[in-house]
């Protein structure tokens, strides 16, 4: 569905209609991955928190200026509600999904725990200011919004407040979301990366938007500095759930009763210490 997005006119109808085409397919992805893998109460939850605070920070945006700087719709982008066309709250839905689960994974090298849940907003946070490093400038060299002149230093054409306000905004997101219930919570990855096969997925979503993103900017829209800002804001997450290997924190197997733990004398009341133990590797012959 990318593909064919630099081919056709810049500031056109068709590439309108082909962003929302992308967002709704990337939507209906995270969507269905999470009844998939969590349930539909895991998703119910996660539909109406995402949509809902994208909703209310995209307006506030628009009516004070605060998170993100002073900006303005263009009508390029559909249907709105309050000043804000219907697919951004739903972009916000569609990529919360994933960076909270590269967070996740990124925490699992500090455990369970206050810490590892703050390394998981964190980091969900970054990934979603990281993204808009690429998105921000993209949709407005479309004409799908604009940025009040002189609000402040920026990059790129976006003022460095619009970041903050991603960050913010992110982190916070990611972090109501990393309390919902998760029946997948605290299963260690079964793969030898330590990233639980069944997450597939969102995890090739998010690095197929990334190469793409460096790609069209560099090779189809002209535009070097924004693939490296891009580049490295949204590339310093994805290294961080991607380094370390395996996790360092998985929970200990459950013991068999009657059997000798390897850091502990052995359990006389419950087995005959003469007998092998069928968990020593090198039982007495």
């Given at each position: 569905?990318?593909?064919?997005?630099?081919?056709?006119?810049?500031?056109?109808?068709?590439?309108?209609?082909?962003?929302?085409?992308?967002?709704?397919?990337?939507?209906?992805?995270?969507?269905?991955?999470a009844a998939h893998r969590r349930g539909w109460g895991f998703t119910a939850r996660y539909l109406t928190l995402t949509v809902t605070l994208g909703l209310v920070a995209e307006v506030v945006g628009l009516r004070t200026g605060w998170p993100f700087g002073r900006y303005a719709y263009t009508n390029g982008l559909g249907p709105e509600i309050g000043g804000v066309p219907v697919i951004i709250p739903l972009a916000w839905s569609m990529m919360?999904?994933?960076?909270?689960?590269?967070?996740?994974?990124?925490?699992?090298?500090?455990?369970?725990?206050?810490?590892?849940?703050?390394?998981?907003?964190?980091?969900?946070?970054?990934?979603?200011?990281?993204?808009?490093?690429?998105?921000?400038?993209?949709?407005?060299?479309?004409?799908?919004?604009?940025?009040?002149?002189?609000?402040?230093?920026?990059?790129?054409?976006?003022?460095?407040?619009?970041?903050?306000?991603?960050?913010?905004?992110?982190?916070?997101?990611?972090?109501?979301?990393?309390?919902?219930?998760?029946?997948?919570?605290?299963?260690?990855?079964?793969?030898?990366?330590?990233?639980?096969?069944?997450?597939?997925?969102?995890?090739?979503?998010?690095?197929?938007?990334?190469?793409?993103?460096?790609?069209?900017?560099?090779?189809?829209?002209?535009?070097?500095?924004?693939?490296?800002?891009?580049?490295?804001?949204?590339?310093?997450?994805?290294?961080?759930?991607?380094?370390?290997?395996?996790?360092?924190?998985?929970?200990?197997?459950?013991?068999?009763?009657?059997?000798?733990?390897?850091?502990?004398?052995?359990?006389?009341?419950?087995?005959?210490?003469?007998?092998?133990?069928?968990?020593?590797?090198?039982?007495?012959?």
């Amino acid at each position: 569905m990318q593909i064919p997005y630099p081919l056709l006119a810049a500031g056109g109808t068709g590439r309108a209609w082909l962003t929302a085409a992308q967002v709704l397919a990337f939507f209906t992805a995270s969507v269905s991955h999470a009844a998939h893998r969590r349930g539909w109460g895991f998703t119910a939850r996660y539909l109406t928190l995402t949509v809902t605070l994208g909703l209310v920070a995209e307006v506030v945006g628009l009516r004070t200026g605060w998170p993100f700087g002073r900006y303005a719709y263009t009508n390029g982008l559909g249907p709105e509600i309050g000043g804000v066309p219907v697919i951004i709250p739903l972009a916000w839905s569609m990529m919360a999904y994933p960076a909270l689960l590269f967070g996740r994974r990124t925490a699992t090298i500090r455990g369970p725990g206050t810490a590892g849940r703050a390394v998981t907003a964190l980091v969900g946070g970054m990934l979603l200011a990281g993204w808009d490093l690429f998105l921000d400038p993209r949709m407005v060299a479309e004409g799908f919004w604009a940025w009040a002149p002189s609000d402040g230093p920026g990059l790129n054409g976006i003022p460095l407040t619009n970041t903050a306000g991603w960050l913010v905004v992110g982190t916070v997101l990611v972090a109501v979301l990393d309390r919902l219930p998760d029946p997948t919570r605290g299963h260690a990855g079964n793969r030898a990366d330590g990233w639980p096969t069944g997450d597939r997925v969102p995890r090739c979503l998010v690095w197929w938007t990334y190469g793409s993103w460096l790609l069209a900017c560099v090779a189809f829209f002209g535009q070097p500095l924004v693939a490296l800002v891009g580049g490295v804001g949204m590339g310093l997450p994805l290294l961080l759930a991607t380094g370390g290997g395996s996790p360092r924190w998985r929970p200990l197997p459950a013991r068999r009763p009657g059997t000798r733990s390897r850091r502990g004398p052995p359990n006389t009341t419950d087995s005959n210490p003469a007998d092998p133990d069928p968990v020593d590797p090198d039982p007495p012959r």
